[in-house]
């Protein structure tokens, strides 16, 4: 997989939460926030109550034999504001039951915020999803919240982020502002479980035999926290900004020691996370029917792994990622997505698994019809170093302003990479949403 396409018991509302099961180091930072939003302005006292929420429910079948339940997932979602005069607070949690992953059910405390808005400045403190970046369906600044991989890219991309636990200030003013984040609670990103229909595969020869060791991840420290800042411009005709992040890298390094056994090799993998200095750039700009947008981000000191299995070195170099994209609205309720994105490795080496340069294009073509009561659309993701590829379209219709149906297909391509490892995938697949 890419790092571009970094392509989601009792529950008694705001006072018992059970943490999901996935996310050991939540009970601490749930603890941490908590104690923190308890302590609410005076002003909230006097608030506006406002719940919301939605019930969906997804199921995929796969199109070749066994024909078999890819995805079978259904949740509630409970969110509710609490607003003042100058304070605010938000909170929600899922309920989820999935019958193909067990490891993805039960209770989870998504966001939890408090939020004070003042004339020049205004602060969110709390569980948050944060979002940077202007491309469409691909992390390039967009590193804040990590992603949740655990049915790859058959989620709709704003389920895959992940919350993060966050002190985000904002200076505001006419034609700028400037964000500061701090995070002292690294949460990575989640990977497939073993045994799962969108498990990596490794095809490794019999003689080779693996073992492997739960990621390590930083401790709880001060010293470990994240700090991140971005300063964005709003001028006339253009859009851009320029971010930085000191952070932990979301997936982890795999290292490795290898033992050679008789006519075998065992290699023991111990993955670990490491530190991260990233520092990005993004722009937007308008003409006419069209909108250009673009990101940079250069990595310093990314680790990566050997192309020989066996291989206990690992490469430190630095890393660049790029794209630029156009979007075409010609009218008619027509909507047109290009991008083209290249992760490219400096000072590469030929023993480094990834390729110097990893180069993949996007296209996302949509149709409103009825009254914009219908929407078509694809997306497709074409890796264009190993000739893979993944499509994703759908037909929605609102049967109400609250009622939602959508039908689809999934369809992977190719014999190689992350998209072609899934070729027997393909999947038709359904999906409803009622909210509230």
């Known amino acids: 997989m890419t790092r571009m396409t970094q392509i989601f018991a009792d529950f008694n509302f705001m006072f018992f939460i059970r943490v999901h099961p996935r996310d050991p180091r939540n009970p601490r930072a749930i603890r941490f926030w908590g104690a923190l939003i308890l302590l609410l302005p005076t ?22 034999d066994p024909c078999d339940y890819l995805s079978s997932r259904t949740r509630l979602r409970l969110e509710m504001w609490v607003t003042g005069e100058e304070a605010s607070l938000f909170a929600s949690m899922n309920a989820i039951h999935n019958n193909v992953i067990p490891s993805d059910s039960g209770m989870e405390f998504r966001e939890a915020f408090m939020d004070y808005t003042a004339e020049k400045w205004d602060l969110r403190i709390g569980r948050q999803i944060i979002i940077w970046g202007k491309a469409d369906g691909l992390a390039i600044t967009d590193i804040i919240s990590p992603k949740d991989y655990t049915e790859s890219l058959a989620r709709d991309f704003d389920d895959i982020r992940l919350p993060v636990d966050a002190l985000r200030g904002r200076l505001l003013f006419d034609r700028a502002n400037v964000e500061l984040l701090w995070l002292p609670v690294f949460r990575p990103a989640i990977l497939p479980p073993p045994g799962t229909p ?74 670990e996370h490491h530190r991260l200095t990233f520092v990005g750039a993004e722009f937007s700009m308008p003409w006419r029917d069209f909108v250009v947008r673009g990101e940079a981000a250069f990595y310093k000191g990314r680790y990566f792994e050997p192309d020989d299995p066996c291989s206990e070195e690992l ?13 075409w609205t010609p009218g008619n309720d027509w909507s047109l997505t290009a991008q083209l994105a290249d992760d490219f490795i400096m000072d590469y080496d030929n023993a480094i698994a990834s390729d110097e340069h990893t180069m993949l294009t996007t296209l996302n073509v949509s149709k409103q019809l009825f009254r914009q009561t219908l929407t078509l659309s694809s997306m497709g993701y074409f890796g264009i170093n190993e000739g893979e590829c993944f499509l994703r379209s759908s037909a929605e219709y609102a049967l109400t302003d609250e009622m939602h149906v959508s039908v689809g297909l999934g369809l992977f391509f190719g014999d190689e990479g992350m998209m072609g490892q899934y070729e027997d995938n393909d999947e038709v697949w359904m999906k409803a949403k009622f909210s509230f």
Request: glycine content about 4%; overall charge negative; charged content about 20%.
């Open 43 to 64: 002003t909230l006292l006097a608030a506006d109550i406002e719940p919301q929420g939605f019930v969906d429910t997804y199921h995929a079948v796969r199109l070749h």
């Open 198 to 271: 969108w498990a990596f595969k490794y095809q490794l020869p019999d003689s080779i035999k693996t073992e492997f060791d739960a990621p390590i991840e930083p401790d709880l420290s001060l010293k470990n926290s994240e700090l991140a800042g971005k300063a964005a411009f709003y001028l006339s005709g253009i859009d851009f900004a320029v971010s930085a992040f000191y952070t932990w890298d979301d997936l982890p390094t795999a290292h490795r020691t290898t033992t050679s056994e008789d006519d075998s090799t065992l290699v023991h993998t111990h993955p």
């Open 315 to 327: 490469f430190k170099r630095h890393a660049l990622s790029g794209m630029i994209g156009l979007d």
